[in-house]
């Protein structure tokens, strides 16, 4: 089993929109990753990072919605720069949002993606989208088989992939388990989120993603390396080490 993380761009915020309680007066470059996960039989894509026509123009590509402003784009190398999408046969995607989801298009349409139910039910009702800062335009417009999972599911039937039911952030965000290591996404930004719950002032549900910081930290607490979403002092770009898993 192998993974890689790939960097496909960089955003930079106001680092009181990241973390609750940062100081107004700064800002925050942060990594947008992605991963390739290879097994025997299968080319997973994780996530799929930022479209470059958005990074050009991100007002043009995605209609200026309200909110876009607040982020600076950049990027050296998209998703189809450092990996050949028709070797993929599967698209995971931790939850809909534009640095996740952006670059889909990218991928040829005969690969499915799969995501949570409660993820994409509310990545098509007019209210979510509003409420959780989705951009359609990052993931509708296809004629893609989309597969529905509900809750923690075993992603290929041998326990090798698992996906993990951890919402807050968005209503049906998921995390990725392969062996010991953990594909934390978005459940926290930063790896000290897991402890301080400093969470981006925009979510779905801090509660709920209290919650899932709490089962994440258990992994970790457990042995198990778990990665945060969008942290520069832990992503580095290469092979990452896969270990058994623990039971």
Same mark, same amino acid.
């Given at each position: 089993?192998?993974?890689?993380?790939?960097?496909?761009? @960089?955003?930079?915020?106001? $680092?009181?929109?990241?973390?609750?309680?940062?100081? $107004?007066?700064?800002?925050?470059?942060?990594?947008?990753?992605?991963?390739?996960?290879?097994?025997?039989?299968?080319?997973?894509?994780?996530?799929?990072?930022?479209?470059? +026509?958005?990074? $050009?123009?991100?007002?043009?590509?995605? /209609?200026?919605?309200?909110?876009?402003?607040?982020?600076?784009?950049?990027?050296?190398?998209?998703?189809?720069?450092?990996?050949?999408?028709?070797?993929?046969? #599967?698209?995971?995607?931790?939850?809909?949002?534009?640095?996740?989801?952006? +670059?889909?298009?990218?991928?040829?349409?005969?690969?499915?993606?799969?995501?949570?139910?409660?993820? @994409?039910?509310?990545?098509?009702?007019? +209210?979510?989208?509003?409420?959780?800062?989705?951009?359609?335009?990052?993931?509708?417009?296809?004629?893609?088989?989309?597969?529905?999972?509900?809750?923690?599911?075993?992603?290929?039937?041998?326990?090798?992939?698992?996906?993990?039911?951890?919402?807050?952030?968005?209503? /049906?965000?998921?995390?990725?388990?392969?062996?010991?290591?953990?594909?934390? $996404?978005? *459940?926290?930004?930063?790896?000290? /989120?897991?402890?301080?719950?400093?969470?981006?002032?925009?979510?779905?549900?801090?509660?709920?993603?209290?919650?899932?910081?709490?089962?994440? #930290?258990?992994?970790?607490?457990? /042995?198990?390396?778990?990665?945060?979403?969008?942290?520069?002092? *832990?992503?580095?770009?290469?092979?990452?080490?896969?270990?058994?898993?623990?039971?």
């Amino acid at each position: 089993m192998n993974v890689e993380l790939l960097i496909t761009g @960089w955003l930079t915020a106001n $680092a009181s929109l990241l973390r609750e309680g940062a100081s $107004a007066e700064e800002s925050i470059r942060f990594p947008v990753p992605a991963y390739v996960v290879e097994t025997a039989t299968e080319r997973i894509l994780v996530d799929t990072g930022l479209h470059p +026509a958005a990074v $050009a123009d991100p007002a043009g590509f995605y /209609g200026s919605p309200p909110g876009l402003a607040l982020f600076g784009f950049e990027q050296e190398l998209s998703i189809a720069d450092q990996v050949d999408l028709t070797t993929i046969t #599967k698209v995971v995607l931790t939850h809909l949002h534009f640095d996740h989801a952006g +670059a889909l298009a990218l991928v040829p349409a005969a690969v499915p993606v799969v995501v949570q139910r409660a993820e @994409w039910a509310a990545g098509h009702d007019d +209210a979510a989208i509003r409420r959780n800062f989705y951009l359609p335009q990052a993931y509708a417009g296809t004629e893609r088989k989309v597969e529905l999972v509900d809750g923690d599911h075993d992603l290929l039937g041998d326990g090798s992939v698992r996906l993990l039911l951890t919402p807050g952030h968005t209503p /049906g965000h998921q995390s990725v388990r392969i062996g010991d290591l953990v594909l934390g $996404a978005d *459940v926290t930004h930063f790896a000290s /989120g897991l402890d301080d719950h400093r969470f981006p002032v925009f979510g779905d549900d801090r509660a709920a993603q209290g919650r899932s910081a709490e089962r994440l #930290k258990g992994l970790r607490d457990a /042995g198990l390396t778990v990665l945060p979403g969008h942290d520069a002092d *832990v992503l580095r770009p290469g092979p990452l080490l896969v270990g058994a898993a623990r039971r």
